[in-house]
């Protein structure tokens, strides 16, 4: 449920919007993307995977720039 939530929270901060304002809604198979359906627009599983890992990508080469600047 954590990860859920984290990834939840990156997804957001991605499409600039609240997390409560953002509706998901998960499918096990794959889908067009995007697919907007009733002005919703609805993620895969892959969609959610493949952001996160992004995010946790970006963050990883964020923390390695810090240790290089500090001389570490």
Same mark, same amino acid.
């Given at each position: 449920?954590?990860?859920?939530?984290?990834? $939840?929270?990156?997804?957001? &901060?991605? *499409?600039?919007?609240?997390?409560?304002?953002?509706?998901?809604?998960?499918?096990?198979?794959? *889908?067009?993307?995007? $697919?907007? $359906?009733?002005?919703?627009? $609805?993620?895969?599983?892959?969609?959610?995977?493949? *952001?996160?890992?992004?995010?946790?990508?970006?963050?990883? &080469?964020? &923390?390695?720039?810090?240790?290089?600047?500090?001389?570490?």
């Amino acid at each position: 449920m954590k990860t859920d939530l984290q990834t $939840l929270r990156q997804v957001s &901060e991605k *499409l600039n919007q609240a997390p409560h304002v953002i509706d998901y809604v998960y499918v096990s198979r794959k *889908l067009p993307s995007p $697919l907007i $359906l009733s002005g919703m627009r $609805l993620f895969t599983k892959e969609d959610i995977e493949a *952001l996160s890992d992004f995010f946790d990508t970006r963050n990883t &080469e964020k &923390e390695s720039n810090k240790i290089h600047q500090k001389g570490g």
